[in-house]
């Protein structure tokens, strides 16, 4: 008897286990297939190449998509260098000790801190203090600070993965730790930077909170002629969308189907960096 | 060579590395003085011209390509203003026109030519009216916008120009209604006397009207509940009809709309206060000022401080309710502080406005900040009791204040309210996203199959990337809808909905943080315990989950910490009322959604803003705590 109790246990206990995962992947597949087949309806190659027209009711969503395509652009070509550069520090200089606690300090409280407070910073650095004005540019420098914690802890991580050996050989062969690390280790760790890079493309394009402020607009006649121009951009042209306008049931489908052009772009991207993640961990000799 | 490029090299990491933190400097520095003046409000600290338009005479206009016919009807205190006053137009300071007023049929009308360049279409034409009586000059609320393509008014139907309260909207009121609306309860009153029954009050966004409430008598309280339409948040502004005087008379009081929720209650409502004098952001008070006397009053102490650059010597301080001085005071400097004490004769409840006479140059200035009467109490900081403790009792009144009505007159600011409903909204979620997340890490690394595990990990990475807009979409959209359904609710847009969605983003974060603890638990726990005979689950519950707690709780702290930190989830499906709860089926407004939704529609430099940045550090504290508890215990269970 006392057996059946033990073994009834570990049956609920289990499938109770089973229950979570199941109802949360069901959860998510009927979440994606909603955004899916309404957002569907509305794609159009038009959809994906004209501007909106009829006060948002109508038309496409190109000047958001070429929008968000600069913003993470410049947004990582900001990000990049910098959080590789600090992996490099904290992985082959890392003195004096007290600065070496400070950054870890600083990249995880960075890390933590809501995209909000992020926008409330670009809004009173970039566009007031540095006359930046609501532009391509606030919007871009707020949005890589955003996604640096998450580009030097990936660069960290991939510079930690190269084996010790290879710079012992660099340096017992004569090079520089300069040398050693610019022409052995980086292009050694690069994949797997480029990846975790990737990932945070994806998180730099959907995030909405850090550019209300700074850089996006609800409608721009002309596509950004500069980075001091506004800019529209997709994950703001949902949000604008569902909460501003005269005409919500007609701007409901087309929030759907940018909903779907933004999801699509992030997993594709995301989904695309996890496969070669995979394949170079696969075939990596090391 | 070699030696110095090397040299660079490291120097270049090094500064990399520092830019990490000044980034995070940069970010607590920016908040936190942004935030202070909140607590220190200071009444000269707050910037004057922002609300200063003067326009000096004499006016010159000044001539351009072309010009644009504009009729103003004019008014002065709510009076036609008479023929020898004279109406100015001024385009970025410039002035581009000035007329006399003439009579027609009683109406005081001005027939202005502006001087304008084709290329200065859609520039903003602000008015001002030299009042010939006295020999002052008033700035006028309204602004026009240049347009080529018409006259601006016509002789029937002129723009509003007057001295006035900026927000008069003459009747007759008509509603244009929008998809959704804010419903909002108020107390009127006009010039301090309660409302009767059958007074309107309009509201008013856009210069469109978009609501109108009819006064009732609640228990002696004049009441109005009424609907404002509007599908996004916007400043929303007032004016009351007073149907026994048959007048309109202008609010000071403001509004951010809320769609789809209620603003005010009937335990609570929103002050209303209709004026016949002069009112709005900065007003300048005439001199010479003489304290006016009323019956029974209490005094409220105010300390005012004030810029450095106003000299001791002769300048004075009036403070005014109802457009009556009620207190005047010589400035004095106390150290490097320049501030003045003010007995104000009050009742309770009023309004009162500051004006400064600059005795350099002879000039009266209006003040933008306001505050209310506090009757046999203090306003402000007084200079005798050390400033810290002052702004400590600022800062726990700020914190724990049941009111956030941050656009009345003046703002009421308490945070209490929010930050209520940040936690219930997270705890909300976290509710669902612990046994989720827990569970299906348990069920990933003890359970699941290799070739499973390798699916399932990165398809719950792919999950972690969805933008936080789309999930908001998807509760906005489709779960407000079934939850009004299944509930038989009349909004879906409530803690219940958000805490949905947001606990399924942070089941990703809990999930994997937790799935790398339990991995990281000794394989010779799990065999010791299957060799003593315990199955499964018994492994997983009495062994594997106290080994992993640690990495557990600090998954859970992350997941804290990033859903109260969410933005957009909650702005698009808490509903927004800034209440405390009485079920999970009433809309709050967290923190992060009042930022977002408000920072749009503030001034900047107005004590609104500041209140925005202090909620944003109140927020940067919780959010920073969490992460160094969660570091503290994860870090313990590392060395452990």
Same mark, same amino acid.
């Given at each position: 008897?006392?057996?059946?109790?033990?073994?009834?246990?570990?049956?609920?206990?289990?499938?109770?286990?089973?229950?979570?995962?199941?109802?949360?992947?069901?959860?998510?597949?009927?979440?994606?297939?909603?955004?899916?087949?309404?957002?569907?309806?509305?794609?159009?190659?038009?959809?994906?190449?004209?501007?909106?027209?009829?006060?948002?009711?109508? #038309?496409?969503?190109?000047?958001?998509?070429?929008?968000?395509?600069?913003? *993470?652009?410049?947004?990582?070509?900001?990000?990049?260098?910098?959080?590789?550069?600090?992996?490099?520090?904290?992985?082959?200089?890392?003195?004096?000790?007290?600065?070496?606690?400070?950054?870890?300090?600083?990249?995880?409280?960075?890390?933590?801190?809501?995209?909000?407070?992020?926008?409330?910073?670009?809004?009173?650095?970039?566009?007031?203090?540095?006359?930046?004005?609501?532009?391509?540019?606030? #919007?871009?420098?707020?949005? #890589?600070?955003?996604?640096?914690?998450?580009?030097?802890?990936?660069?960290?991580?991939?510079?930690?993965?190269?084996?010790?050996?290879?710079?012992?050989?660099?340096?017992?062969?004569?090079?520089?730790?300069?040398?050693?690390?610019?022409?052995?280790?980086?292009?050694?760790?690069?994949?797997?930077?480029?990846?975790?890079?990737?990932?945070?493309?994806?998180?730099?394009?959907?995030?909405?909170?850090?550019?209300?402020? *700074?850089?996006?607009?609800?409608?721009?006649?002309?596509?950004?002629?500069?980075?001091?121009?506004?800019?529209?951009?997709?994950?703001?042209?949902?949000?604008?969308?569902? *909460?501003?306008?005269?005409?919500?049931?007609?701007?409901?489908?087309?929030?759907?189907?940018?909903?779907?052009?933004?999801?699509?772009?992030?997993?594709?991207?995301?989904?695309?960096?996890?496969?070669?993640?995979?394949?170079?961990?696969?075939?990596?000799?090391? | 060579?070699?030696?110095?490029?090397?040299?660079?090299?490291?120097?270049?990491?090094?500064?990399?590395?520092?830019?990490?933190?000044?980034?995070?400097?940069?970010?607590?520095?920016?908040?936190?003085?942004?935030?202070?003046?909140?607590?220190?409000?200071?009444?000269?600290?707050?910037?004057?011209?922002?609300?200063?338009?003067?326009?000096?005479?004499?006016?010159?206009?000044?001539?351009?390509?072309?010009?644009?016919?504009?009729?103003?009807?004019?008014?002065?205190?709510?009076?036609?203003?008479?023929?020898?006053?004279?109406?100015?137009?001024?385009?970025?300071?410039?002035?581009?026109?000035?007329?006399?007023?003439?009579?027609?049929?009683?109406?005081?009308?001005?027939?202005?030519?502006?001087?304008?360049?084709?290329?200065?279409?859609?520039?903003?034409?602000?008015?001002?009216?030299?009042?010939?009586?006295?020999?002052?000059?008033?700035?006028?609320?309204?602004?026009?916008?240049?347009?080529?393509?018409?006259?601006?008014?016509?002789?029937?139907?002129?723009?509003?120009?007057?001295?006035?309260?900026?927000?008069?909207?003459?009747?007759?009121?008509?509603?244009?209604?929008?998809?959704?609306?804010?419903?909002?309860?108020?107390?009127?009153?006009?010039?301090?006397?309660?409302?009767?029954?059958?007074?309107?009050?309009?509201?008013?966004?856009?210069?469109?009207?978009?609501?109108?409430?009819?006064?009732?008598?609640?228990?002696?309280?004049?009441?109005?509940?009424?609907?404002?339409?509007?599908?996004?948040?916007?400043?929303?502004?007032?004016?009351?009809?007073?149907?026994?005087?048959?007048?309109?008379?202008?609010?000071?009081?403001?509004?951010?709309?809320?769609?789809?929720?209620?603003?005010?209650?009937?335990?609570?409502?929103?002050?209303?206060?209709?004026?016949?004098?002069?009112?709005?952001?900065?007003?300048?008070?005439?001199?010479?000022?003489?304290?006016?006397?009323?019956?029974?009053?209490?005094?409220?102490?105010?300390?005012?401080?004030?810029?450095?650059?106003?000299?001791?010597?002769?300048?004075?301080?009036?403070?005014?309710?109802?457009?009556?001085?009620?207190?005047?005071?010589?400035?004095?400097?106390?150290?490097?502080?320049?501030?003045?004490?003010?007995?104000?004769?009050?009742?309770?409840?009023?309004?009162?406005?500051?004006?400064?006479?600059?005795?350099?140059?002879?000039?009266?200035?209006?003040?933008?900040?306001?505050?209310?009467?506090?009757?046999?109490?203090?306003?402000?900081?007084?200079?005798?009791?050390?400033?810290?403790?002052?702004?400590?009792?600022?800062?726990?009144?700020?914190?724990?204040?049941?009111?956030?009505?941050?656009?009345?007159?003046?703002?009421?600011?308490?945070?209490?309210?929010?930050?209520?409903?940040?936690?219930?909204?997270?705890?909300?979620?976290?509710?669902?996203?612990?046994?989720?997340?827990?569970?299906?890490?348990?069920?990933?690394?003890?359970?699941?199959?290799?070739?499973?595990?390798?699916?399932?990990?990165?398809?719950?990475?792919?999950?972690?990337?969805?933008?936080?807009?789309?999930?908001?979409?998807?509760?906005?959209?489709?779960?407000?809808?079934?939850?009004?359904?299944?509930?038989?609710?009349?909004?879906?847009?409530?803690?219940?909905?958000?805490?949905?969605?947001?606990?399924?983003?942070?089941?990703?974060?809990?999930?994997?943080?937790?799935?790398?603890?339990?991995?990281?638990?000794?394989?010779?726990?799990?065999?010791?315990?299957?060799?003593?005979?315990?199955?499964?689950?018994?492994?997983?519950?009495?062994?594997?989950?106290?080994?992993?707690?640690?990495?557990?709780?600090?998954?859970?702290?992350?997941?804290?910490?990033?859903?109260?930190?969410?933005?957009?989830?909650?702005?698009?499906?808490?509903?927004?009322?800034?209440?405390?709860?009485?079920?999970?089926?009433?809309?709050?407004?967290?923190?992060?959604?009042?930022?977002?939704?408000?920072?749009?529609?503030?001034?900047?430099?107005?004590?609104?803003?500041?209140?925005?940045?202090?909620?944003?550090?109140?927020?940067?504290?919780?959010?920073?705590?969490?992460?160094?508890?969660?570091?503290?215990?994860?870090?313990?269970?590392?060395?452990?």
């Amino acid at each position: 008897m006392k057996i059946n109790i033990r073994k009834l246990s570990e049956l609920t206990g289990i499938n109770l286990l089973r229950f979570f995962i199941v109802f949360t992947a069901v959860f998510l597949i009927s979440f994606l297939y909603i955004i899916f087949s309404r957002g569907v309806e509305v794609i159009s190659w038009e959809f994906i190449t004209k501007g909106p027209i009829d006060s948002m009711t109508a #038309g496409g969503i190109y000047p958001a998509i070429v929008g968000t395509f600069w913003l *993470t652009i410049l947004s990582i070509t900001f990000a990049l260098p910098l959080g590789i550069f600090t992996a490099i520090y904290l992985v082959s200089y890392a003195k004096p000790y007290w600065f070496v606690r400070m950054v870890r300090i600083a990249v995880n409280t960075l890390a933590g801190i809501p995209s909000i407070i992020y926008g409330l910073f670009g809004m009173t650095i970039f566009v007031q203090i540095l006359h930046m004005g609501v532009s391509l540019l606030a #919007g871009s420098l707020t949005l #890589g600070i955003l996604a640096l914690p998450v580009i030097i802890n990936a660069s960290e991580e991939a510079f930690r993965q190269v084996p010790k050996s290879f710079r012992d050989a660099s340096i017992a062969l004569g090079a520089t730790e300069r040398q050693s690390i610019m022409r052995v280790i980086l292009p050694a760790a690069l994949p797997n930077i480029l990846t975790g890079t990737v990932i945070s493309i994806g998180r730099v394009a959907g995030e909405t909170a850090p550019i209300l402020f *700074t850089a996006a607009t609800f409608y721009s006649h002309n596509l950004p002629s500069s980075v001091m121009d506004e800019v529209m951009a997709l994950p703001y042209h949902i949000y604008a969308l569902m *909460t501003e306008g005269a005409h919500p049931a007609k701007q409901l489908p087309i929030a759907y189907g940018t909903s779907l052009v933004l999801l699509a772009l992030v997993l594709i991207v995301s989904a695309i960096a996890i496969i070669i993640r995979y394949k170079i961990r696969k075939n990596r000799k090391w | 060579m070699n030696n110095y490029k090397e040299k660079l090299f490291k120097a270049i990491t090094y500064t990399a590395a520092l830019f990490t933190i000044i980034f995070l400097f940069g970010i607590i520095a920016s908040i936190f003085y942004e935030g202070a003046p909140v607590i220190t409000h200071d009444l000269g600290q707050l910037p004057l011209e922002t609300y200063q338009i003067s326009f000096g005479r004499p006016w010159q206009p000044v001539a351009k390509e072309s010009s644009v016919r504009a009729y103003c009807e004019v008014l002065l205190d709510n009076e036609p203003a008479t023929v020898q006053d004279e109406v100015a137009a001024f385009i970025d300071g410039e002035c581009r026109a000035v007329s006399k007023v003439t009579d027609i049929d009683g109406m005081a009308l001005a027939v202005l030519d502006i001087q304008a360049n084709e290329s200065e279409a859609g520039k903003i034409i602000k008015f001002a009216i030299y009042d010939e009586s006295y020999g002052e000059v008033f700035t006028a609320m309204g602004v026009a916008i240049l347009d080529f393509e018409q006259d601006l008014g016509e002789i029937d139907y002129p723009i509003y120009c007057e001295s006035g309260s900026p927000y008069l909207h003459p009747r007759q009121w008509q509603i244009i209604e929008y998809g959704s609306a804010t419903t909002i309860t108020t107390s009127v009153s006009f010039d301090g006397i309660s409302a009767e029954a059958g007074d309107e009050i309009g509201a008013f966004i856009n210069d469109e009207c978009r609501g109108i409430g009819k006064v009732e008598m609640f228990n002696g309280v004049p009441l109005a509940k009424f609907t404002i339409f509007g599908t996004k948040p916007q400043t929303a502004v007032f004016s009351v009809y007073d149907v026994s005087e048959r007048t309109v008379l202008g609010v000071n009081d403001k509004i951010i709309t809320n769609p789809n929720s209620e603003i005010g209650s009937k335990d609570d409502p929103i002050l209303m206060k209709g004026n016949s004098y002069n009112g709005g952001g900065a007003q300048i008070f005439s001199r010479p000022w003489l304290p006016v006397e009323i019956d029974d009053p209490e005094i409220t102490t105010v300390y005012g401080k004030l810029n450095k650059d106003i000299p001791v010597q002769g300048s004075e301080l009036g403070a005014f309710v109802n457009g009556e001085c009620r207190g005047v005071s010589k400035i004095t400097r106390k150290g490097k502080v320049t501030l003045a004490t003010i007995p104000v004769k009050s009742y309770p409840n009023e309004l009162i406005q500051f004006a400064v006479y600059d005795s350099a140059s002879a000039q009266v200035q209006g003040i933008s900040f306001s505050t209310s009467t506090n009757p046999g109490g203090e306003a402000g900081n007084s200079p005798d009791k050390p400033y810290v403790i002052q702004y400590l009792e600022k800062l726990i009144s700020l914190i724990f204040g049941l009111s956030w009505h941050p656009t009345s007159m003046p703002g009421k600011f308490g945070f209490f309210t929010l930050i209520v409903g940040s936690f219930l909204v997270t705890l909300g979620a976290l509710a669902i996203a612990v046994p989720f997340g827990v569970g299906s890490a348990i069920y990933i690394s003890e359970i699941a199959s290799p070739r499973m595990r390798e699916i399932i990990k990165p398809v719950i990475e792919l999950l972690a990337g969805i933008p936080s807009v789309v999930y908001g979409l998807f509760g906005m959209a489709f779960l407000a809808p079934l939850l009004m359904k299944w509930f038989h609710l009349d909004a879906g847009l409530n803690i219940l909905n958000a805490s949905i969605i947001l606990g399924i983003m942070v089941i990703p974060i809990i999930s994997s943080i937790s799935e790398d603890a339990i991995s990281m638990v000794p394989k010779n726990l799990r065999l010791a315990s299957f060799g003593l005979g315990a199955n499964r689950w018994e492994t997983i519950i009495k062994i594997i989950l106290p080994a992993a707690k640690t990495g557990i709780i600090s998954s859970i702290l992350l997941g804290f910490g990033r859903a109260v930190g969410e933005t957009m989830v909650v702005i698009m499906v808490a509903g927004g009322s800034p209440q405390i709860p009485k079920s999970i089926f009433h809309s709050v407004r967290p923190m992060t959604s009042a930022i977002a939704a408000e920072m749009g529609e503030t001034a900047y430099g107005t004590m609104h803003f500041h209140a925005l940045y202090g909620i944003a550090a109140v927020l940067f504290i919780i959010t920073f705590m969490t992460n160094l508890i969660s570091e503290l215990v994860f870090h313990k269970q590392k060395i452990g």
